[in-house]
């Protein structure tokens, strides 16, 4: 089954009751199967996460598909799913998102909804600007080393 397909890069600000307003140019990218129904969870960095919900089905499918009496794995997907909370945009195209989840990502009032696969990552805009202005190393060696791997597992030289 094909993922939805999220691109840009889209500030936003919070009203005072942690709502967003929903980017037109991103609600085009929504697919018509997802209803309008979205998933938010805690990301793997300081961010949240959201999915259409037809694709966080998808994913924690596989989740669950771990052999559970591994602890590790156990560990995984507790983390994994913890916060994830169902979204759905209202009459307005705004999305309201949980208060503890905001918390955790340390998101105030202005953020940035980064969209690239098939999620749409919530940053609060100061983080957002820290992660992307701060290169983990140097961009060129890394996109050699996991671009690379697509090539049989070799780097071309």
Same mark, same amino acid.
């Not at 037809?54 to 559970?68: F, K, M, P, Q, T």
């Not at 799913?81 to 195209?93: E, I, K, S, Y």
């Not at 990502?105 to 202005?133: P, T």
């Not at 290169?135 to 070799?154: C, H, I, Q, T």
């Given at each position: ?60 499918? #596989? /989740?669950?598909?771990?052999? &559970? *009496?591994? !602890? ?5 997907? +507790?983390? =994994?799913?913890?916060? @994830? ?35 749409? #990552? /919530?940053?609060?805009?100061? &983080? *957002?600007? !820290? ?5 983990? +190393?140097? =961009?060129?060696?890394? @996109? ?14």
């Amino acid at each position: 089954m094909a993922q939805t397909r999220f691109l840009g890069e889209f500030p936003c600000t919070l009203d005072a009751k942690g709502r967003l307003l929903f980017p037109a140019a991103l609600k085009k990218q929504v697919p018509v199967k997802a209803k309008n129904q979205f998933v938010i969870h805690r990301g793997f960095e300081k961010c949240l996460v959201i999915y259409a919900k037809h694709d966080w089905e998808e994913i924690s499918a #596989e /989740v669950n598909r771990l052999n &559970l *009496y591994v !602890k590790d794995n156990r560990d995984f997907a +507790r983390y =994994f799913f913890r916060g @994830a909370t169902p979204l759905v945009l209202d009459g307005t195209n705004r999305l309201l998102l949980p208060k503890s989840l905001c918390d955790s990502a340390e998101i105030k009032k202005d953020i940035v909804l980064f969209g690239y696969a098939n999620r749409i #990552e /919530v940053w609060s805009e100061k &983080l *957002y600007r !820290k992660q992307m202005d701060e290169e983990p +190393r140097d =961009f060129v060696k890394l @996109a050699e080393e996991v671009m690379g791997r697509l090539n049989s597992g070799k780097v071309n030289s």
